[in-house]
């Protein structure tokens, strides 16, 4: 059984960067294409990044030249860089695992879900 653990969450002012970590055991994560989800409240779960096991990425308009996703294999995680965050960012982010899956923005087909980490843009 793969699982996630995410980390990295926490409080921030716009403008500042975090960087989420999904951590993964049981499975090494080569044969996993890899999603970033996040949930604000009220809201449904909306896709926020991207990356197949090639390293392809995608990414929501919303975050487009602010977030990066990146994977090492090696160490099995997967992490997601956030630059210039701002309130709208607020949400629960979770990470998803897909086997031998494709890189995929909807939550749909996403078999491995970490709990989720909490990020909160406020001044």
């Known amino acids: 059984q793969l699982q996630l653990v995410e980390s990295g969450g926490g409080l921030v002012q716009p403008g500042d960067s975090l960087r989420l970590s999904c951590d993964a055991s049981g499975f090494g994560l080569n044969n996993f294409a890899i999603g970033w989800f996040r949930q604000a409240p009220g809201k449904e779960r909306e896709g926020v990044s991207c990356i197949g096991r090639s390293g392809s990425t995608n990414y929501a308009d919303s975050v487009k030249g602010r977030f990066t996703i990146s994977r090492d294999n090696a160490k099995n995680t997967v992490s997601m860089q956030m630059n210039s965050l701002k309130p709208e960012d607020t949400a629960i982010y979770y990470c998803?695992?897909?086997?031998?899956?494709?890189?995929?923005?909807?939550?749909?087909?996403?078999?491995?879900w970490g709990q989720g980490t909490q990020v909160t843009v406020s001044s």
């Open positions: 998803a695992a897909e086997l031998f899956g494709g890189c995929v923005m909807s939550p749909v087909g996403y078999d491995y």
